[in-house]
Each structure stands twice: as C-alpha cells, then as structure tokens.
C-alpha cells in the first residue's frame, strides 16, 4: 500500500496565498507553477481603461484634473481680453485677430495640448465600432475648435494671434462637472438625491449661458462701442431679466444677431431645466426628501414604520407623544411606502407640526430609506401593523419583515413593535417593548365581564388627558353642569408613575414597614395609591405583594397619581388650624378631592393633611347607630406596620373554601370535580402560563358542541345543561389563537369554583383541531358555529340566560371602501340585540372609536345629543380623549383595540407600562404578584361610608389595595325621552318571562328525545322553528307592564374613579376595583403550590415544546 504522506507533503502552517503568487524561498525546488488571472484581458488598452473609466477613484482625479483645465483656459481667455487695448477702427480683421502676448499663447498651447491629448485617448478607449459617433459628438466637436487652431499656430507663427473662442471651453468644463459628480457618487458609494443634480446642472446651464454671450458681445462689439467685460455683463443680466433699460445696446449686425441667438438658446434651454427641477421638487415633496445627518446628530428624533398612515393613528401618535414634556424637542420621522394622504398633509402643514413631524415615503426594507431616516441615531423605532388590512397575519408578516430589517440596520436602535395575531410574538421577542393587540383584546373583554369597564379603566391608565392641567376650567368636563362628568373628568388624569423609594416624599418614610401600610398611608396623606414595586435586583414588577413584604430603601415604587411626584410641591398644614377641620368631611355629592391637588405639567401643590395617629375607636371610624340596630363592628382595625399573620384574613384559593358551602342537593347534582394547575397544551408558541381550573380529564371534541348531541351527551342547547351560573357568550368571527387569552382570565385559579360563568363561543366558522384541543381541558367551555344575525342561534346559544354578551369585532368587515364603515354590520346587529334583549350586558369592539356614538342609539335621546355637544367641546379644545363622556364607553360597554395603541407610545417615557397592563389583565403571572378583581357595595357596606375608611378596611383585613370605583347612577330624563323608552319596551322581552313560555310538555319531550329532535339544519329543528315565531309573535303583543325594568336599565349611567379622594362617599351598588394579593404568597411549604399540574407528564411536556 502507497504511503499517502510520503506522497504529498503537508503545506507549512504559515503558507499564505501571497507566498504562492509571489513565491517562497522554501519551495524553490517545487515543481508548481504560478499561475495569474485576470478579469479582463491583459492588454495596455485594457489597463488604461481600467485607469481611465473603469476605476472609479482614479477616473474621478481625471475628470477633476479635466475640469480644472478648462477652467484655466477660460482664466486664460478673460486675462488676455483685460491685457489688450481696444484698437481704434471698424475693421473685420478687429474681429478675426486679436493681441496675445508670447506667455499667453504658450500657456493656452499647453492647455490645448492636454486637452486635445487626452480627448483622443478617452476616445480611443470608449471606441466601440462607430469612428463617426466619437467624432460627431459635441464635446469632441468643441474640443477641436478650441484646440488645433492653438496647435497650428506651433507650426505656423502667423497664426499666433488668430481669435479661438476659448470661452467656450465652459460648456466642456460643465459636462466635465456632470461627469464628475457622477463619479464622486460611485466612489462613496451613496447615491445623492436627483434634486441636487438638476440644480447644479441648471446653474451651471444658467452660468455657461451668461459666460458666453458675456464673451460673444465683448468681442463683436470691437468694432462697434468697444464694450469691456463688465459693461458685458450688464447688458446680459438686464437683457436676461426682461428688463432692457436701453442704456446699452449692440450697434453691430453680428453682434445682434448673436443677442437674438443667445435669447432662443436661453429660451429652449432654461425652460427645460426649470421644469425638469419643478418635477423633481414635486416628487420630492411626495417622497419627503432626507433627514439629514447634521441634524440626527445634533437633535433627537423617533421613527415612526407604517404600512400605511392614516390620519387618526397620526393625531393619535402625536398627541400621546408629544403630551409628555421632556418629548418637546424630539422630531418625528415617518417613514411611509405610500404616498401621503391629502388629510395628512394638511395636517403636517399645520406650524405645530410641521417644525417636528417629518414625513418620508420609502420602505423599512431598503437600507438606503432607513439611511434618509438616519434610523441608526433614532432615539427609538415605532413599528405599527396595518389592522384594517382582510388577510392579518400577512400584515404581521410584514410588520415581521421591518423589525428584522431595522434591527439588521441599527442593532442598537430600541425597537416598539405592535403585533396584531399572538402566535406570530416569538419572531420579534428581541424587539424592548412588544404589544400584541389579540392578546390585549380577548383578556380586556374577559374581564370586562368579571369586572365591569375593565377596558375604560385601562384606556384611562394609558391615556394622558387633560385632567392633570393646572386651571380646571381646562380639564375634561369641568365646564359641564353635571357633577359626574366633573369627577369623572378629573379622575381620569391619574397616571401610573415610578419613583424609588429612598428618593420620594412619598414613600420614603414607610422604609421597614409592610407594602399595605405603606399603601394605605400615602393615599391617606398624600391621595396617591401604592399599587406595585420592583426589587432592585430583580426585573419582574409585583402587584400589590401583600402585607408581609417589607418596603426597602432601593425599591422602585409604581403609584397611581395625578402627576409624578417630581412635579409636584408640598404645603404642610398646622394642626392648629381648626377652621380647616371641617374641609375633610363630605359635603353632599359635588364635593371635589379634599386635598388641593394643583396639577399641571410643571408643578403640583399638594395640601398635607393632619397626619397624626387617630384612635381605633375614634368617631370617625366608627359604626354610626341606626335605631336599635345592632352595631356589627365598632370600627376598623388599623394597618399595622409590619404584618401579623393571624390578623390577615386571606382566603386559601387552592381549597376553595367556597365549595364547602354548597348544599347537599348542589353536591348531588354536582359530579364534576375541578383541579388547579397549568394548562397542558398552549394553541401558540409564546403564551404564559398561568394557574387555571381545570378539569382532571380533557372533554372530548364532540363534547365541546353545544348545539349538537353526541354519544355522550344528548344536549342540543345552552338550556338543557341547566347552567347555574349566567352564561358569558363571545360572538366572533373566527376561533382565533388570541381567543385563548379570553378563557384563561375566566378560568384562573384565584376565580371561586362557585362563581365560574360557562363561556360559550358563537362562531361563524367552525374551530381547528389545535384550538380544540387547547380549550377541552377548561371546565364549562362550549362552542356553536352560528352567527348573531339569526336569532335560532342566538337562542340556541342561551342568550335569554347570558349575563354578558361580548361582540368581537370581525375581520372579513375591518376593511370597507368608506373606512369608518367599517363598523356598520357590528353597530347594527348590536343595536337589534339591543332593542331585542334590554336586560342583556353587550360588550362591543369596535374599530373606529368614534363610531362608539352610535352603539345603543337613540334619535330623541336629549342626554345623548347634550353628550354630542359635549365631546365636540373638548375636542375643540384638543383633549385627547373627547369620546371619554359617551355613555357606552364610560359604562364599559363598547371597546376600540386602537384605543391600546398608546400604551405602546407611552412605553418610551415609562417602560414599565406594557408590564403592568399584563399583570392587572391577566397576561403574565409572577409569583408573589397580585390580580385584579372586584367587590360590590352592598347595603351592609355602607356603614364604612368613606372610601379611605373602605380603604384601611381592606388593607387591615384582606391586604386588597383598592385603585378605583365603579359607580352607576339614576339618569334624570324628560317626558318625551320616557316616552321612547316606553315605545322601544315593547318589543323587548326579559329572562323570566321567556322562562314562563316553555310549554311543560314540550319540555318533558326536549329532555326525553332531545337527541332526535334537533339537528344542525334549521329545517330540522321544528320545537326552536316554533319558539322563533312564538317569539316575533310576542314582541308585537308586548304592553307597557315592561317598561319599568327597560326604564331601569336605559336610565342609568355608569362611569370610573380612578383613585379617587379619601373623602369619596361610597354608594350602594359601588364596584370596587381591587389588586388583591397573589394568596399562593401566603401558603406553607407543605401546601400546594404553582409546580402542582394535574399534568405532571403530559402537561410539563407540551409546555417545554411551546415555549422557546
């Protein structure tokens, strides 16, 4: 066998490509050759090519040294025509003979030498077959008329004085400028706007022009007035101008003819120019020209990514950006691929903006677009996807695209993208801030069904009204003569706001006490609400972590206030001002806020109340005595600094002290036991886990049909199960991955088995294996594919027994030719539902917030048409939030997911805000972190009388640390409104009284044969046929006896407090909104806790391989 080493010596661990070129003293005796290839072929004319044209650096240096020849031989010209002396005479020869000196001409005979010289060689190269197109061309052409007369006068001394126009060499020296330019662009590699161009070569054009009839009047008019140069001059720039004074003129034919020349040239030529520049001006004003680099970096500027910009997410954007203060000085750069629209423009026309708010058409994809937008010195990029677009998920794809190019571009640009569909997030998690707008949606509306106006308490959180201004006649609502829409109003400036503690007047005194003492303490004396905080050394924010976590120094502190505590003064208050006692009482229902909140956007003045320690048992803590009443609790435990476990009443969810309650007939009739843990499987990649009920084993599909009766069921409809609880009905279009997130909030584990709602999907059309599969482990969900425009399905469904019924906006409708038609279909079928089913709860998405007037319509309504006027005021006087007062959106019955965009615009001031509005709906748990909930004022409530009493009750108690209150009122209408009310009563119907209709026997039969008398065709569903006609036959038969309950339910109005003022008399029927503590917190190590799935394989398993 052949040795292979010894066959083929191993290269040296140094041997380099050059050494094989160049060669190596150590390989002299080997036989390799050297072999050498060329691109091109390997010829002189080839080499001077590449010298000459090709090369782009030296190519440049001979144009340049081109441009300065011909340069010098115009020099050249002017300086011989101020040497000479005007000759006396008329002759001709005058204009064919000229005075040169020895040095001139030897100096222009060396410039026509090189400059003839190197004519010929870069012809020479550039030749491609046709002599007579290198010859006929007119550089050429004027090239040799300026030249070879100067090389003839070499062999022939005669000549020496002959007249060259020289001055014409400046048309050659503009074509060299032309070439140049172009040159200078390919050796930087950047490509300079065509704007710049057309105007260098406009005046260029305008300059050659004039230096040419300049030298053409001065020399033909030797033989007339002998004109010098400057006198030249003024003739041509008064000629030029349409002016002709007349003073001087050409006497000579020749020379007028050469004006009449020159004015034809001059009127072919410049009209061109100017309309080829008028045309790029145009374009570049559709396109936005460039940002340019002095700027980027000298000044701070944002960009802003959009498929397509209309002018509500423009003013949207603007008004939440730049309402912050420290903002005013940034720019903001759009970057657009279309055209912009009419609307926008004259928007950005507006001084306002148009000194901030730059405008570029390009695409996110071309680095030569992000490079105009100086996207690499942005303070920030904003990402939007298009939500009107039919097909979603190609407008993730592209919103997909532009963060990956952007992030490709700029690395070290803070990325703030907005995705629309959930399983597309894991492609962008490297983005800072990432909002997912299904996400945000499907869990608003869950909870919007557990607790009420959950949607307008966020959007309040995360908008910035004017409720923080300094003059109150400024502040949304505060002209308004009712009292509501004033405290309304005001409230809704609270904000969420971040100090750390050691920094803070606020809070720094609470160092070493618990977080509810804290909480209670600073609202008592400051009217801020503590809702979270963050460690130091740790990124996760927790709410409300309970009264046994201990307030350090270094902890970040998240509050709900006015304004931030930087922008805001302290008064203290003596104690020994008695006249000021009585301010802290209630003074009927128009009492404002007892502290002197001052708020604007610079300072904040706040009266400090008495903060002195009051008895327990002090009067106004205690019980007032009704008659022989029994007084149940003499007063309210005070907070106590650090947290004693045997006061704490919390409540351990993990058992569900709430299923020992029940009957013995509910534990009966009750078979299905429900377990605690995280869901098995996930329907995307990228979902949270979180702690549901769930059940022991997953329903099967056909299960999962409410309308259809399977093997192992023979129920057809939501009445046959017999629900205990009302139903929570979600109409939507298709079962999307962010559905999901709607479930998840109704099935956590801290929600009471007892109070679970079963949540029924109405689908147009029918879900996927995956989603299936997702939701057969959670207790009581069901689906139906219907459609809430027939009224067979929505029975079916059990609307009649629904307690909420939530609207979804479609997707097939997001898109129409008009685009606040979009909403049309929604508005309509919500409204028959509305007029149909009074007593019903609607929850309504919407895509345009300002078709929210329109839900729950009413033509004769004076309360809403005042509310019209009402929200016309305060967009007049430029609130971001003008829609705040209509009652539906008040009342949280109506919800536009674009209201959520700034959330992601406030994320650039306040990082923390996208990370809060997941814990408070349900998107994120953190151990140890608490969770939104409610609680209602009853009559056996009201003894607490104050919301700082109900305060320091839940503090010393349960450890709930309330943010809010959600207050309906009695709506006072006129006669003719009551009258309308009455007229729309008559063709709606209640609960209860449908329940009296069903026929006894036609019940015993439903139950019996339910199996066989129902099926998925309407034609086969005789007893629903027979209740639809009973139903439209008895809307026409309804009297006035209904009019009292629709009255009840049409002549109220609901609004939001958000932290309101200790002194805030509660009222019955108050929701209050709470952050209740996370009560797995609490729990000993022997307990149950969050690792314990009732899927300890298969559970653990299907989460490690959806998540990334």
Not at 84 to 90: F, I, L, T, V, W
Not at 246 to 273: H, R, Y
Not at 915 to 934: A, E, N, V, W, Y
Request: charged letters at 20%.
């Amino acid at each position: 066998m052949v040795d292979l080493e010894s066959e083929v010596p191993p290269l040296p661990p140094r041997y380099r490509f050059r050494d094989l070129l160049l060669g190596d003293q150590g390989w002299q005796n080997d036989d390799r050759v050297q072999v050498e290839f060329y691109m091109n072929e390997n010829t002189f004319k080839e080499r001077l090519k590449l010298f000459f044209i090709k090369n782009q650096r030296s190519s440049l240096r001979i144009r340049l040294f081109n441009f300065s020849l011909k340069l010098l031989s115009c020099f050249l010209y002017i300086i011989r025509v101020l040497l000479e002396n005007p000759s006396q005479g008329n002759e001709w020869s005058h204009i064919f003979w000229v005075n040169r000196s020895l040095p001139l001409w030897g100096l222009q005979v060396s410039v026509a030498l090189i400059s003839l010289f190197e004519t010929i060689l870069l012809g020479y190269l550039s030749y491609k077959g046709n002599i007579w197109e290198q010859i006929l061309r007119i550089p050429f052409i004027l090239e040799v008329i300026n030249a070879v007369p100067f090389i003839i006068s070499i062999f022939w001394p005669s000549l020496r004085n002959l007249f060259v126009p020289v001055f014409l060499n400046c048309w050659l020296a503009k074509h060299a400028l032309e070439n140049m330019i172009n040159d200078l662009h390919r050796a930087i590699q950047r490509t300079q706007s065509a704007m710049f161009n057309q105007v260098l070569i406009l005046i260029s054009t305008l300059l050659c022009l004039i230096f040419t009839c300049i030298c053409g009047i001065q020399h033909l008019e030797r033989i007339g007035k002998k004109l010098n140069l400057f006198d030249s001059l003024y003739f041509c720039i008064v000629t030029f101008s349409t002016v002709g004074f007349g003073d001087v003129t050409p006497e000579t034919w020749s020379s007028k003819l050469f004006v009449v020349a020159m004015i034809c040239v001059a009127l072919v030529v410049l009209p061109i120019q100017f309309e080829q520049l008028a045309y790029l001006w145009m374009e570049r004003q559709k396109s936005g020209g460039n940002y340019s680099r002095h700027r980027a970096q000298t000044e701070k500027h944002v960009v802003l990514c959009v498929s397509s910009l209309k002018i509500d997410l423009l003013m949207d954007f603007l008004n939440e950006f730049y309402a912050h203060p420290r903002l005013q000085d940034y720019y903001v750069v759009i970057l657009c691929p279309t055209e912009m629209d009419v609307q926008v423009r004259r928007v950005l026309q507006i001084p306002m903006w148009s000194q901030r708010v730059i405008y570029l058409q390009g695409s996110a994809l071309k680095d030569q677009d992000l490079l105009r937008a100086k996207m690499d010195d942005a303070e920030a990029c904003f990402i939007l996807s298009s939500r009107c677009e039919v097909d979603r998920t190609s407008s993730d794809h592209q919103t997909i695209l532009r963060a990956w190019a952007v992030k490709d571009f700029a690395p070290n640009c803070p990325l703030y993208v907005q995705i629309l569909k959930p399983e597309n997030k894991f492609h962008i998690k490297f983005a800072d801030h990432v909002v997912c707008e299904e996400e945000f949606k499907y869990a608003m509306l869950a909870l919007n069904c557990i607790c009420p106006a959950t949607s307008t308490l966020i959007t309040l959180l995360v908008h910035t009204s004017r409720g923080q201004c300094v003059c109150f006649c400024c502040r949304e609502g505060q002209q308004s003569p009712e009292q509501w829409q004033k405290m309304y109003g005001r409230c809704s400036g609270n904000e969420v706001y971040h100090i750390v503690l050691e920094e803070s007047t606020f809070f720094a005194e609470y160092e070493g006490k618990s977080f509810t003492y804290a909480s209670f303490h600073a609202h008592k004396k400051f009217g801020v609400c503590l809702i979270g905080i963050r460690r130091e050394d740790n990124k996760n924010i927790l709410l409300n972590p309970g009264p046994r976590y201990i307030m350090s120094a270094t902890d970040i502190c998240f509050y709900i206030n006015i304004t931030k505590e930087e922008n805001s003064a302290f008064k203290n208050h003596d104690h020994q001002k008695k006249s000021n006692v009585s301010r802290s009482f209630y003074h009927g229902p128009s009492r404002l806020p007892v502290h002197s909140i001052i708020a604007s956007m610079g300072t904040v003045a706040i009266d400090l109340q008495d903060t002195s320690c009051r008895s327990a048992s002090g009067p106004t803590l205690s019980l007032p005595s009704e008659g022989n009443k029994e007084v149940r609790r003499p007063s309210i435990a005070p907070v106590l600094e650090v947290a004693d476990t045997s006061s704490l009443q919390t409540c351990d969810l993990l058992s569900d002290q709430s299923e020992d309650e029940t009957t013995p007939d509910e534990e009966m009739s009750s078979n299905v036991e429900y377990a605690k843990g995280y869901p098995p499987y996930s329907p995307y990649i990228g979902s949270s886990p979180t702690f549901c009920h769930l059940l022991h084993e997953k329903v099967p599909f056909c299960c999962l049909r409410l309308d259809k009766s399977c093997q192992h069921n023979y129920y057809e409809d939501a009445k046959a199960y017999g629900f205990k609880n009302k139903l929570i009905i979600v109409a939507a279009e298709t079962a999307g991955n962010g559905l999901y997130n709607f479930i998840v909030p109704l099935r956590a584990y801290y929600r009471p088995k007892k109070e679970l709602n079963p949540v029924i999907l109405l689908l147009d059309n029918p879900p996927d294996m995956h989603f299936l599969d997702a939701i057969c482990w959670f207790p009581m969900v069901y689906y139906m594919v219907g459609s809430i425009d027939n009224l067979d399905d929505l029975l079916r469904c059990g609307v009649t027994f629904a307690a909420n019924m939530v609207v979804v906006d479609k997707e097939s409708t997001m898109s129409a030719e008009e685009d606040y038609m979009a909403d049309a279909k929604t508005i309509v079928n919500v409204q028959t539902l509305f007029r149909l089913f009074s007593s019903l709860s609607i929850i309504t998405e919407l895509t345009h917030p300002a078709n929210m007037r329109f839900m729950q319509f009413r033509a004769k309504d004076c309360y809403s048409l005042a509310l019209s006027k009402l929200e016309k005021k305060e967009r007049e006087r430029g609130s971001n939030l003008a829609f705040m007062f209509r009652l539906p959106f008040a009342a949280g019955r109506v919800f536009s997911i674009s209201m959520l965009d700034t959330l992601l615009y406030q994320s650039f001031v306040k990082d923390y805000m996208i990370s809060i509005t997941r814990l408070l709906l349900g998107l994120d748990t953190t151990p140890g972190s608490g969770f939104l909930c409610s609680m209602k004022i009853t009559e056996d409530d009201l003894w607490i009388r104050t919301y700082a009493r109900l305060y320091q009750k839940l503090c010393s108690s349960t450890g709930d640390v309330p943010i809010g209150i959600y207050r309906t009122e009695s709506q006072k209408l006129t006669t003719s409104e009551c009258r309308e009310i009455a007229s729309q009563s008559q063709i709606s119907i209640s609960v209860e009284e449908w329940e009296d209709t069903k026929d006894a026997k036609e019940q015993g039969h439903h139950r019996s044969n339910h199996r066989n008398s129902t099926s998925s065709d309407q034609s086969d569903h005789p007893l629903l046929r027979r209740k639809s006609m009973q139903w439209a036959r008895r809307l026409s038969r309804k009297g006035p006896k209904h009019s009292d309950e629709m009255n009840d339910h049409q002549s109220t109005l609901s609004y939001i407090l958000i932290n309101p003022s200790p002194d805030t008399r509660l009222e019955l029927n108050d929701v209050v909104y709470l952050i209740r503590p996370d009560p797995l917190a609490y729990l000993p190590n022997g307990e149950p806790s969050r690792k314990n799935s009732i899927c300890n394989t298969t559970g653990q398993d299907s989460r490690e391989e959806t998540q990334l």
